[in-house]
């Protein structure tokens, strides 16, 4: 049994997103049958699905050449914004890279989505494992601990931009001087401007992510792993005096609330644990081999180019790489019943949110919704009772009793 985490939220329950299939081949680089597809009108159809099945969050991915065979890719803002015209209660985090945007060209962007959809707008900032797109581009690849020093003064000028009336910020690689955005986002309680999530594994990610993010977002990764990357992101938010969540009155750095955790994990739920289990052994077994090899020497960039080496792909073996975000680590692999234990575990740590992946989005999405979601209420009510709080259900969103498939 797992220990509660100081930074566990009991009383609140867990959030879920899923990956916006807006490249194609699907989540894993496997020839296995994948009944996902990448184009608008599928992901619109799976939108609407989705915030029907209980899920709060979609996550688009940004990627502008092919890399893992993923040969044909939607631009992310775009696809994001024509999903959140297509939806009533998702919220949309559309992926950007600083290295191709400038902070107040996506500020204004941002501004304007979240305008569209009444408030739903969000961000993933990340910071880039693929030179080739940079170089090809003829953009400058900065080197690893760099990539954060950019992204951090980027999160500044974006929540600075969001928030403040004629804003001005010196750095190094932006300069704004006495800017006023208007509109302003939506004013939606509860949330202080558009939320800025962030991917990122190493420790330089960890230490930019607590001082600066709004949600740390995290690869797969075991228990004892993904414990890891808490402590590091929750130690970098002390030093920055982050406050607990809640406290928004001020944004100035030191009272920004605590920085949320969001985890990836890939979805095989089945009727049985062995018929999950063979799936996954189907995937690996017919991954593609030069593809993922191909993969693995450009990640070197990520987290093995540190000093201290570690960072997202540092540990992957094959099996792991066949889903390109480490998805198996977290296990979701089972029964549903099996599944909801295991979600409710990665809550007793600090995970807030699960961010999750699967072989048929449409239909998998469905039944995550119908099978899976009910049990971990259950058992992340039974959860809160034991410690003598109320797991609140007030502000989140239920699976409709009827999916439209
Ligand atoms: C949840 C999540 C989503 C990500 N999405 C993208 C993406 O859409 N495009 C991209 O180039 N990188 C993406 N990344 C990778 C980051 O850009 C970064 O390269 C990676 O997290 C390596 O970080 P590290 O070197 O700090 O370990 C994502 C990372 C995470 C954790």
Redesign the pocket.
């Known amino acids: 049994m797992t220990d509660i985490s100081s930074v566990a939220r009991l009383s609140e329950p867990l959030k879920f997103a899923y990956w916006v299939p807006n490249v194609s081949g699907g989540l894993v680089v496997s020839t296995i049958e994948q009944r996902t597809g990448w184009d608008f009108e599928y992901n619109k159809k799976l939108a609407r699905i989705a915030e029907n099945s209980g899920f709060e969050y979609a996550l688009t991915?940004?990627?502008y050449a092919a890399s893992y065979g993923a040969d044909k890719q939607h631009e992310a803002t775009s696809f994001s914004l024509a999903l959140l015209a297509a939806t009533e209660r998702l919220k949309v985090i559309s992926?950007v890279?600083p290295g191709m945007w400038h902070p107040g060209v996506l500020a204004k962007y941002i501004i304007t989505a979240d305008h569209i959809s009444n408030g739903r707008a969000a961000v993933?900032i990340?910071?880039?494992?693929?030179k080739a797109e940079f170089e090809n581009f003829g953009l400058e690849w900065l080197e690893?601990d760099e990539r954060y020093v950019r992204t951090e003064e980027f999160i500044r000028v974006l929540r600075g931009l969001w928030t403040e009336q004629e804003y001005s910020q010196s750095g190094k690689y932006y300069n704004i001087t006495d800017f006023t955005l208007q509109p302003a986002p939506v004013d939606v309680p509860g949330r202080a401007h558009p939320e800025i999530f962030f991917?990122?594994?190493?420790t330089?990610?960890q230490a930019t992510a607590g001082r600066v993010a709004d949600w740390y977002?995290?690869?797969g990764k075991d228990l004892e792993g993904f414990k890891e990357n808490i402590a590091g992101v929750v130690a970098s938010a002390g030093e920055a005096h982050r406050g607990t969540p809640g406290a928004l009155a001020s944004l100035s750095s030191s009272h920004l609330p605590s920085p949320r955790f969001g985890l990836?994990g890939f979805v095989i739920a089945r009727d049985s644990e062995k018929e999950a289990r063979d799936t996954l052994r189907e995937i690996v077994e017919k991954a593609h081999k030069p593809a993922v090899d191909g993969f693995r020497a450009a990640v070197q960039e990520?987290?093995a180019s540190t000093k201290d080496g570690k960072?997202?792909w540092a540990d992957s073996s094959f099996e792991d790489l066949v889903q390109y975000?480490d998805g198996f680590k977290t296990q979701l692999i089972g029964t549903p019943e099996q599944i909801a234990e295991r979600i409710v575990e990665y809550k007793k740590i600090g995970v807030n949110l699960f961010?999750t992946g699967y072989l048929h989005f449409q239909e998998e999405v469905a039944a995550f919704g119908t099978d899976v979601l009910p049990i971990v209420r259950e058992l992340e009510a039974g959860l809160a009772r034991k410690h003598d709080v109320e797991l609140d259900l007030s502000q989140t969103p239920a699976a409709k009793v009827e999916v439209a498939a």
């Open positions: 991915q940004t990627r992926a890279h993933n990340v910071s880039g494992w693929l690893h991917g990122g594994n190493s330089a990610a977002f995290s690869n990836n990520a987290g960072g997202m975000n961010l």
